[in-house]
């Protein structure tokens, strides 16, 4: 499996607060990567790192060999999408707007290519019949979905999800979660972050947990678990699966 990301002393400080102490990690494409841990564990900065919307205090990520930190940021971007807890969607456009937006401004592709794509991935995520729906008359999983298609529309090599399901109503989760599954079999290398333990049991190629900003534990879901070898994956997981 060839590798494409590539994390090595990742350091990252918000003043005196050290939120990620060292982090190595490598992902390979088409691997699925779920992130787990406590809150406050630096989960979601380790993800906004990897594609610069937090600058590193320290250490290197590599995307396909290349150093993050000397691509232009939009390609950056694109390449390594991101899908956020709260969507982020423009409120002033569609649905369609929203997925067309990103694609002109970055791409530089025509509206007319930029509009048959986005159909495409909207159409993929269930989203088409909403096409013309600004995110105040959508559902809060209608607008994730309509996040990820937006994501999808820029053609990314990776993409990270921060708590995808986290701002959603129990009902609504299984909707995105059930779009995830469908990338994931469609070869798509993902990183998620996520507190959702049966998805990552299910859906992971490999289960990352995180404490106190490090990565303690790193296995297939198969082995993390069933038998975490460290006592504080252990002790999370107890807590977490109690019930």
């Given at each position: 499996m060839a590798e494409i990301l590539h994390v090595t002393g990742l350091y990252k400080r918000f003043g005196?607060?050290?939120?990620?102490?060292?982090?190595d990690l490598s992902v390979g494409a088409g691997?699925?990567?779920?992130?787990?841990?406590?809150s406050g564990s630096?989960?979601?900065?380790?993800?906004?790192?990897?594609?610069?919307l937090e600058e590193p205090s320290g250490g290197q990520i590599l995307f396909k060999g290349q150093d993050v930190m000397k691509m232009p940021a939009s390609l950056l971007h694109a390449r390594v999408g991101m899908v956020f807890q709260q969507f982020n969607l423009f409120n002033n456009m569609t649905a369609l707007d929203n997925c067309v937006a990103?694609?002109?401004?970055?791409?530089r592709r025509s509206r007319e290519e930029s509009v048959r794509k986005a159909m495409f991935y909207l159409e993929r995520v269930g989203m088409l019949p909403y096409r013309d729906a600004r995110p105040a008359q959508l559902s809060g999983?209608?607008?994730?979905?309509?996040a990820i298609a937006r994501a999808l529309?820029?053609?990314?090599?990776?993409?990270?999800?921060?708590?995808?399901?986290?701002?959603?109503?129990?009902?609504?989760?299984?909707e995105v979660l059930?779009?995830?599954r469908t990338l994931k079999d469609g070869g798509l290398t993902m990183m998620i972050v996520t507190h959702e333990m049966a998805f990552a049991r299910d859906a992971a190629d490999r289960v990352v947990f995180m404490d106190a900003g490090k990565v303690?534990?790193?296995a297939p879901p198969s082995k993390l678990f069933v038998k975490p070898e460290n006592p504080r994956t252990q002790a999370f997981l107890a807590r977490t699966m109690r019930g």
């Open positions: 005196g607060n050290e939120v990620l102490s060292g982090i691997e699925v990567v779920c992130v787990i841990g406590p630096g989960k979601s900065t380790f993800l906004r790192c990897i594609n610069l990103g694609q002109r401004r970055v791409l999983g209608q607008k994730q979905r309509a529309c820029m053609d990314p090599e990776v993409l990270l999800f921060d708590e995808p399901t986290s701002a959603l109503d129990p009902e609504m989760v299984d059930s779009v995830i303690v534990e790193d």
